[in-house]
Structures are given as C-alpha cells and as structure tokens.
C-alpha cells in the first residue's frame, strides 16, 4: 500500500469513529442506550480498516444511556486530531509528487 492510501484510511478511520462519537453524543438521553466503540483493525500493507462496532459492557443508568459526555470529548478530540495528521501527511505526498513532476519536465 503505498504512502497516500495509509493517509487515506486514516482519514476514513476518522471520519467515520467521529460518526460513531456523534451518534453516541445524539443518544445520550434515549432509554438503555449502549454508547459504541468502533474498532479498527491495522492492514498488513499499511493503514487501518474498521473491524467492527463494539456496545460498551457498562449498564446504562435508569431510564437513560450510559453514555459519558466527558469520554466522548475526548474521543471527538482524538479523531479530530488523527483526520488533521493524515490530512497534512497528504497535503505533503502530494507536494512532493509535484516537486518530483516539476523535476522531469
């Protein structure tokens, strides 16, 4: 797999786990609400692809859900900052690949 499709799986690993972050943030009042993790598996060529959805073990609180805002915070914070490196490592394979084409012309 090749530089610009590990950035781009990490920019759909991302997208998608802030999906999964907002739906959780969506449901936090709804009755017996599970929050959901979302797994990623790593490719032996490089990169990662979601492997999965996984409905957190914790007992949603009567008449509510268990999701905890505070953990949510955190995650849509992680995925934002995974989407904002694998963006800028692809601004940079493309500014190279331009360099190496000006280079042959």
């Not at 797994?39 to 957190?56: I, K, N, Q």
């Not at 934002?80 to 800028?88: P, R, S, T």
């Amino acid at each position: 797999m090749d530089a610009m499709s590990v950035s781009l799986s990490g920019l759909n690993a991302a997208s998608l786990g802030m999906g999964v972050v907002a739906n959780n943030v969506a449901n936090v009042n709804s009755k017996d609400y599970r929050a959901k993790r979302l797994d990623f598996e790593d490719v032996a060529e490089g990169g990662v692809t979601p492997s999965g959805l996984t409905a957190s073990g914790e007992t949603p609180f009567p008449g509510g859900s268990n999701v905890e805002l505070d953990n949510e915070f955190v995650n849509m914070l992680t995925y934002a900052d995974a989407y904002k490196a694998n963006a800028k490592a692809l601004e940079v394979q493309q500014e190279i690949l331009g360099t190496v084409m000006d280079m042959k012309v």
